[in-house]
Each structure stands twice: as C-alpha cells, then as structure tokens.
C-alpha cells in the first residue's frame, strides 16, 4: 500500500462546475495535510493546508480532513480552466520525522 | 522578495560521472528540502536540513547521494558515479520553520528545479 494514494485521473469537469479531488493515507498517525498544485513543466506551488478535523475553506478552495478515515479531498468551485493541472495531495507522517509524502497526483482539466 | 532559488536549471551529464546541484532557499528559512520527481510522480523526499544539520536524510536512495548545507543557507546535493535511473527533476523546498504543525511554519516554498538527464 502506498503511503499517500491519489486517482491519478484525468478528471475532467466543464467550467464553472465543482471539481472534488482526493486522496487517502496510510499513516494514521498523520499531523499536517497539504495539497499542492502544479502546472506542467513548473514545481508545485501550496494551495491549502489542513491539521485538524473538518472543513477548511480558502476563497473557491476547501479542504476537508477526515482522520479517522485516514481521508483529504480538496473542493474546487466554480472550476476555471486556468485551474487545469495536477494536484498533489501531501502528507507529514507522524512517524516520519520531518519528510513529506506526496502523492502521485491527480490531473485535472477544466474545460471551457 | 526572491523565492527559492536553483542551480543549474538543466544538466545533461553522462553515465558515471559526478554532479552538483545547487539550491538557494528563501532568506531566513531554516528549514531546507531536497526531492526528486519523475516524469507522472509526485515529488519523492530525499533530505531535510534544520539550519546544518541533515534532521532526516532517509529517503536518500544510496550511499551515491550526498547534500550538504555547511552555513545553514545555501544547500548542495552532490551525486556520484552517475547512473541513468538518477534522471529526474530536483526540486529543493525551504520553509521558515520547518515543524509539524506549526501552522504556517511549515509551508514548503518551491524552487523551479533542476532537470538532470543521464545519458
């Protein structure tokens, strides 16, 4: 079992729709939860980050952490095309020291 | 102010040979990562500096790799003898404080990356 698991996608929604991306984990003991975005060719960039329970929303962006289900989304409404990229969900192990662990991402296209 | 910086942006280098990669973190970041990612893959975790000192170097895949970070500022991965699996794009990450949990303290800033192809 990998320790952060993503659909690898592509998800494809039309503009102006919600575009739900999730992610489950194998660390239970997990602290801080991150999703990341990166364009193609270009290093990821932090969206959100989420430490306990529950919702936590950030202008069209709301994550949602579920540890007892050991289980991130990330919600995007009113999708843009200029949203279109992969998504990686990150986790820092409670037993992994400081390392962050990315998932394999998931791909998402907004179309127009 | 400027982000986190890297050395070269690319680096062709041939089977065996030895390379440096240079990274730049963010003024007044203590805290300093090294990944690699492989073309579809997330970024995969190789070392964490808290100011010198390697806090974490397990995801360093062999005794090839090597980083260093000598005045808590400017880091450098070192790889040896060269082989064509160790292709990849090298991002380094710095963040103020670097603990779990500290809201904001850990925010991982990314650089552009260094793309190195072993021929």
């Known amino acids: 079992q990998k320790e952060v698991e993503q659909n690898s996608g592509p998800l494809s929604v039309p503009e102006g729709a919600i575009a739900s991306l999730n992610c489950t984990y194998s660390?239970?003991?997990?602290?801080?939860f991150f999703w990341y975005r990166q364009y193609s060719g270009k290093s990821p960039e932090l969206i959100m980050s989420?430490?306990?329970?529950g919702d936590k929303e950030d202008g069209r962006f709301t994550a949602q952490l579920n540890k007892a289900s050991q289980y991130v989304s990330l919600l995007i409404r009113d999708s843009q095309p200029s949203d279109s990229a992969t998504y990686l969900c990150?986790?820092?192990?409670?037993?992994?020291?400081?390392?962050?662990?990315f998932g394999a991402g998931t791909r998402l296209f907004v179309k127009a | 102010g400027a982000g986190v910086s890297q050395t070269p942006s690319n680096k062709v280098t041939e089977k065996g040979k030895y390379v440096e990669l240079r990274c730049d973190p963010i003024?007044?970041?203590?805290?300093l990562y090294w990944y690699r990612q492989s073309l579809g893959q997330g970024p995969e975790f190789l070392i964490y500096?808290?100011?010198?000192?390697?806090?974490?170097d397990s995801g360093l895949p062999n005794d090839r790799f090597f980083a260093v970070r000598p005045e808590g500022s400017v880091s450098t991965l070192k790889i040896q003898r060269t082989e064509r699996g160790d292709s990849a794009v090298y991002l380094c990450?710095?963040?103020?404080?670097?603990?779990?949990?500290?809201?904001?303290?850990?925010?991982?800033?990314f650089g552009p990356g260094t793309r190195l192809l072993v021929l």
């Open positions: 003024s007044g970041h203590t805290a």
């Open positions: 990150a986790v820092t192990p409670f037993t992994g020291g400081f390392k962050t662990i």
């Open positions: 989420i430490y306990s329970n």
């Open positions: 990450a710095s963040s103020l404080r670097g603990r779990p949990g500290l809201a904001g303290g850990e925010t991982q800033y």
């Open positions: 660390d239970r003991g997990s602290q801080s």
């Open positions: 500096f808290q100011g010198t000192g390697a806090a974490d």
